[in-house]
Structures are given as C-alpha cells and as structure tokens.
C-alpha cells in the first residue's frame, strides 16, 4: 500500500467501533454515522469478538445503502474482527477492506443454542419441529450468502470456507492480503 493510500485511508476514520456486534454498538454507529461528514470517502474502524450476526448485516445494509448514493465506504479491522465482524465486512467490496497489522479474522458457521420442548398434540409437536428446522434452513441460507459475499472476488472459494468454517477458521492479516479478502494492510 503507498503512503498515500495509507494516509488517506487513515485521514479518513470517521466511525470507531469496538466492542460486541449488538444493539449498542449499532446504536453507536448510527450515531457517528449521523456526526460524520456527509461527503468523501468515509472509514469504518472495527474492532470486535464478535456478536449478533444480524446486527452485522443491518448495519452492512446501511453500508451498502450509502454506498449506493456513490460515497466511497471503507471498513478498517483493527485487532480482532471476528465472527460478526466479519459478517459486517463482508458488506464491503474487497478494494474497501482493509487490516490493520497483526489483526486477524474468524471465520466460522453460525451458532444456535436452543431447547426444543413439545408439549401438546403429536401434530402440533410437528409443527413445533418444523418451524425450528425452517428457522436452522433460513439461518443457512444466510450464512451461505455472506460467506459468498466475503470470498467473492478473491482466491478463497466458497467451497473451501464452508469446509473450514465448521473448525473456527482464523485468518491473520497478511493471509487475508495473500488470499485477496483485503485490499491492504496498514
């Protein structure tokens, strides 16, 4: 990366994000978003463990929805951005990602815990089952879409994070750059 680009990715940090993918952190970020200039290129810096994926794709969407206006939006991983975060910077084309040094990502599938009790008639039993087997299918379908949406354009196929994913997949910062998941690291 050239000092040029360096700085002006640097110069142009406008929202800091750290913390779990939650309520609270979409909150900050829909705040700063409000505080930050209105014109010119604008970076999102994130650090995070992780958290609620849907949050990640809500704010994604707002990503993606000011991108659309023609604002140039650019994502800076700082540390960690796992899980969740990754979610979130898979809203950003590859040209737009960016980590810092030493930083890495995890990539894996999405998590669910939760007791299934039936009670009641066998055929409401089955209605019970089914809605959490729908639910545990829709949840795949969007997992399956943001993992298309990371690797896309670099040399990690799809077929290749779906057989990782299930073993928490870390990838370090000068990974990323080699497999083309970012565009540089600062």
């Given at each position: 990366?050239?000092?040029?680009?360096?700085s002006?990715?640097?110069?142009?940090?406008q929202?800091?994000?750290?913390g779990?993918?939650?309520e609270?952190?979409?909150?900050?970020?829909?705040?700063?978003?409000?505080?930050?200039?209105t014109?010119g290129?604008?970076?999102i810096?994130?650090?995070?463990?992780?958290?609620?994926?849907?949050?990640?794709?809500a704010?994604?969407?707002?990503?993606?929805?000011?991108s659309?206006?023609g604002?140039?939006?650019?994502?800076?991983?700082?540390?960690?951005?796992?899980?969740?975060?990754?979610?979130?910077?898979?809203?950003?084309?590859?040209?737009?990602?960016?980590?810092?040094a030493n930083?890495?990502?995890l990539?894996?599938?999405?998590?669910?815990?939760?007791?299934?009790?039936?009670?009641?008639?066998?055929?409401?039993c089955?209605?019970?089952?089914?809605?959490?087997?729908?639910?545990?299918?829709?949840?795949i379908?969007?997992?399956?879409?943001?993992?298309r949406?990371?690797?896309?354009g670099?040399?990690i196929?799809?077929k290749?994070?779906?057989?990782?994913?299930?073993?928490?997949?870390?990838?370090?910062?000068e990974e990323a750059?080699?497999?083309?998941?970012?565009?540089?690291?600062?």
């Amino acid at each position: 990366m050239s000092d040029e680009d360096r700085s002006r990715v640097l110069s142009a940090t406008q929202i800091r994000l750290i913390g779990a993918v939650d309520e609270a952190m979409y909150s900050s970020f829909r705040s700063q978003l409000a505080a930050s200039p209105t014109e010119g290129a604008l970076v999102i810096a994130i650090t995070t463990l992780g958290g609620n994926p849907e949050v990640a794709r809500a704010m994604g969407d707002d990503v993606r929805l000011l991108s659309e206006t023609g604002r140039q939006m650019m994502m800076v991983g700082k540390s960690a951005v796992y899980s969740a975060g990754a979610t979130f910077m898979a809203s950003f084309p590859i040209k737009d990602r960016y980590l810092t040094a030493n930083s890495s990502l995890l990539l894996h599938e999405r998590q669910m815990s939760k007791t299934v009790t039936l009670n009641g008639p066998l055929r409401s039993c089955t209605a019970q089952l089914n809605a959490t087997l729908n639910e545990i299918k829709h949840s795949i379908e969007i997992e399956e879409a943001g993992f298309r949406a990371l690797v896309e354009g670099s040399d990690i196929t799809f077929k290749e994070l779906q057989e990782k994913a299930p073993r928490n997949w870390y990838v370090g910062a000068e990974e990323a750059l080699e497999r083309g998941l970012i565009a540089g690291i600062i």
